[in-house]
């Protein structure tokens, strides 16, 4: 079956330092790829997505994620993080190839992403 | 502004008791999608509508129903709720099943609690 695995089920860090953020799924077909954030009580946004062409996808706030294939890997970086960025960090995938085709998001666990001032 | 709106936000029943979750849009898409996420876990899909065609995750308990009654409305029905249904239901939508398309965009979510 279809699945997604976030390494990294808690993260803190201190503002201005580095961040990565793991994701890998298995599933060998095409696949589209996405990163979803959650910060505190709001509802889930979508950070930055890959489908197609340059492997390197920028977001928004600054985020960019790296779709490596024969990984089966999309991590999600941001050199320098802020206190803002503290959140729920989902990674997602769907394919052409799930569901008769139809849009079928499969999320990982989510990783909660705490920054210290 | 709002684009998925869900209602409630906060929704407490009984166990047994019949309960509905309401969500609307305002972004005319075609796919409406109900997910279910339990603390500390992945959302999960649970059934989507693709206009009136009706799909239904293969391992999706038959306690759980929906009604799509046109574009801008789906419900999602539980018939008789147990202690494991509390939790997150979450709404989201997308524009088709093709190419950029493929974005979703969730609701706030409806939070259950079954007592």
């Known amino acids: 079956a279809q699945s997604v695995s976030q390494h990294n089920h808690h993260v803190i860090l201190s503002e201005a330092a580095s961040l990565e953020l793991g994701c890998n799924y298995s599933y060998g077909g095409t696949v589209n790829l996405f990163w979803y954030v959650q910060y505190p009580g709001q509802h889930l946004q979508l950070l930055l997505k890959y489908f197609s062409g340059d492997p390197l996808v920028k977001g928004i706030k600054g985020f960019e994620a790296e779709f490596i294939k024969s990984k089966f890997s999309f991590n999600l970086r941001k050199p320098s993080v802020q206190w803002s960025d503290t959140a729920e960090y989902f990674c997602?995938?769907?394919?052409?190839?799930?569901?008769?085709?139809?849009?079928?998001?499969?999320f990982g666990a989510g990783t909660r992403l705490a920054v210290h001032p | 502004d709002a684009m998925v709106i869900q209602n409630p936000r906060y929704q407490v029943t009984q166990f047994g008791k019949p309960v509905t979750l309401s969500c609307s849009q305002t972004?005319?898409?075609?796919?409406m999608y109900w997910y279910q996420q339990k603390s500390s876990q992945a959302p999960k899909l649970l059934f989507h509508y693709y206009d009136k065609d009706f799909n239904n995750e293969a391992d999706t308990p038959d306690n759980f129903q929906s009604r799509r009654p046109n574009t801008s409305f789906c419900f999602l029905d539980i018939r008789s709720p147990g202690l494991g249904d509390a939790a997150m239901y979450l709404c989201?939508?997308?524009?088709?099943?093709?190419?950029?398309?493929?974005?979703?965009?969730f609701g706030p979510g409806t939070r259950l609690t079954v007592t």
């Open positions: 972004l005319n898409h075609n796919v």
């Open positions: 997602a995938v769907t394919s052409p190839g799930f569901s008769g085709g139809y849009n079928k998001l499969i």
């Open positions: 989201a939508t997308s524009r088709g099943a093709m190419g950029e398309a493929y974005e979703q965009y």
